[in-house]
């Protein structure tokens, strides 16, 4: 059974662009979580999508945005990028939403000049 | 507001030496706490999920236990391969998002 598979694996953009990143789910996982991990704060929980609806959110601002296809694959959209949001964004998925066991992909590592 | 809190932050070993890893969390009634190992360049992998105090979990050389305030990950006759970082996380009651600590990493030394 493939894994949760995230693209690109690595990218670079500067201040103010957007950007977008994908995240393909365990077939069969109807829920899907963004994280953001750095080295200061650690893994923080961005938010969690479920049957194409965000089912819960983490303490973020509105630049953050995320949606869920009707497949279950979702995209994560940061607008106005800041040079704070370099971090290594992780995916996770689960059967069902509110999951506490998750399969995490590889990661997007996004750096922000 | 729900915290874990880890320690240390990084831990040496000699192979075969054992040890235990703490969490410590604040949550207002806990859902579940689970353990996590993240490799260099990887998503975190799924270790253990446990629920209540006095349950424990055992998986090769690891063994998880959870009192009402703490967690403890013992790993018993440590190998190099078992070199991570590992991650508790907490899920509060009527919240379903995961709360994390900032990881233990553990080195052993061959």
């Known amino acids: 059974k493939a894994g949760v598979t995230q693209t690109p694996r690595y990218l670079i953009k500067t201040r103010g662009q957007q950007v977008t990143l994908s995240c393909s789910p365990i077939?069969?996982?109807?829920?899907v979580s963004w994280y953001q991990q750095t080295p200061g704060q650690g893994l923080q929980f961005l938010f969690e999508y479920f049957s194409e609806t965000q089912r819960n959110k983490g303490n973020f601002p509105g630049r953050f945005s995320g949606r869920q296809f009707s497949n279950s694959r979702s995209e994560m959209n940061v607008s106005t990028l800041e040079l704070g949001d370099s971090a290594l964004y992780l995916c996770?998925?689960?059967?069902?939403w509110g999951a506490g066991e998750q399969f995490f992909g590889p990661g997007t590592r996004l750096t922000v000049l | 507001e729900d915290q874990v809190t880890q320690s240390p932050e990084a831990l040496r070993l000699q192979e075969g030496e054992s040890s235990s890893l703490n969490c410590s969390y604040t949550v207002s009634g806990l859902r579940g706490l689970f353990w996590y190992r993240q490799d260099p360049g990887k998503g975190p992998e799924f270790l253990f999920t446990l629920y209540s105090a006095g349950e424990e979990k055992e998986k090769e050389r690891l063994k998880a236990t959870l009192t009402k305030k703490e967690s403890f990950l013992h790993i018993t006759a440590p190998k190099p391969e078992d070199s991570a970082t590992y991650l508790c996380a907490v899920q509060a009651g009527g919240s379903e998002k995961l709360v994390f600590g900032k990881g233990t990493k553990l080195t052993v030394n061959p």
């Open positions: 996770a998925s689960s059967l069902e």
């Open positions: 077939s069969g996982h109807r829920s």
